[in-house]
């Protein structure tokens, strides 16, 4: 078993909306780009919908779903554990949620220095 904190996590509210797209949508991935208009908000796709950069940093899975980072977005959130959320709203124009009342929102906290040692 891994000492190593996971770098990305989901709420349970975040947890059910991606069950709920799985079902819908059969497998999904997540990615956060570096764009100028993403703000805090994950895009999420149904998995071949969006084509991966070579450089993108996978940080792990919530809810059975593959979370992708571009790597100038990771080089400023790696001191950083991100928490998705679900709060009210619209999704991103191209996100599976988009239309459910609902949307992804990235919450993050520091890691201590002792993740932080883990994590090296």
């Known amino acids: 078993m891994s000492n190593k904190p996971?770098?990305?996590?989901?709420?349970?509210?975040?947890r059910g909306l991606i069950a709920k797209l799985t079902a819908e949508h059969g497998p999904i991935m997540f990615h956060q780009s570096g764009g100028c208009c993403d703000g805090s908000s994950p895009m999420c796709f149904k998995q071949g919908d969006y084509l991966l950069?070579?450089?993108d940093v996978e940080l792990g899975e919530i809810g059975g779903a593959k979370?992708?980072?571009?790597?100038s977005?990771?080089?400023?959130?790696k001191y950083t554990q991100l928490i998705i959320d679900v709060v009210p709203g619209m999704g991103g124009m191209?996100?599976?949620?988009?239309?459910?009342?609902?949307?992804?929102?990235?919450?993050?906290?520091?890691?201590t220095e002792a993740e932080l040692a883990a994590l090296a």
Not at 67 to 71: I, L
Not at 73 to 77: A, G, L, P, T, V
């Open 67 to 71: 979370f992708h980072m571009s790597p």
């Open 6 to 14: 996971a770098r990305v996590l989901a709420t349970p509210a975040a």
């Open 73 to 77: 977005q990771f080089e400023y959130w």
């Open 94 to 111: 191209f996100s599976l949620e988009n239309g459910s009342g609902q949307r992804f929102l990235t919450r993050s906290r520091v890691f």
């Open 53 to 55: 950069s070579p450089d």
